[in-house]
């Protein structure tokens, strides 16, 4: 059986394929571009796509588009995973738990997955967020701007500024090589939003193991991810995919059950 995973985010849809167990990841789409295409592809490399899976943070409005596209090409009804109270292994920490991004807790089951230790997952996109699992439990975590939104605030709320909020643009600063300090205005506001966020992951994880008595497996995910992994101290893995590897953990556990 052929299906199809979407990760919809606030910008971009990650997709993956599952094909008789052969896990595919596909190129992303711009969200903003698809929804204004008014097409959704319903094969891959000729195979015809028999189920489709959704976990969405986009707005009510977006969703419902994507929804009924799907209905129209490929008369297909996609299948919502959204947050739980318990699942594969997992106990949400939240109050209550409908109020947990459903992105989160995907990131969660997919990063369980994977290990059992103590686990900090930070997904690194419009809005960064860390969440804290140990021994199947999910402790709680933040909500913070991410890299493009400090950069965004900080060209919106200062006029003398440059907008840098670009998802393209990397830090490279022109300062000399053995200097991280930024000589020209757009570096100074990548390197130092860049170097802001990793000292925040970096501080926390710092604190949670104080606190707590342990060592905890930092997991990054999301955009940005990729940006912040060579400032972050101690161990540190790398994971694009894994909300997606999350909704495929969630639909082969409801499968064998």
Known sequence: MNKLFLDIGNSRIKRALMSHGDYQILPPLDLESFLHSNEFDCCWNKKKIEAIYITSVTSHENLEKIKALIQEKCQLFPIILTAQKQGCG?????????????DRWMSMIGAMGFYKD?????????????????????????IVPGLNSLRAALAMDTAALPSTNSESLEYESEASSDSLLATDTVSAILGGTLYMTAAYIN???DDLNKQ???????LLTGGNAKQLFPLIDGPCELIPDLVLQGMINIEESVKKN
């Open 118 to 142: 103590p686990l900090l997952i930070v997904s690194a996109g419009t809005a960064m967020t860390v969440d804290a699992v140990m021994e199947g439990k999910h402790l709680g975590g933040f």
């Open 203 to 205: 501080c926390l994880r």
């Open 212 to 218: 707590l008595k342990t060592q905890f497996r930092l």
């Open 90 to 102: 997992l106990t949400s920490g939240y109050i209550d738990f409908h109020k947990l991004g459903d």
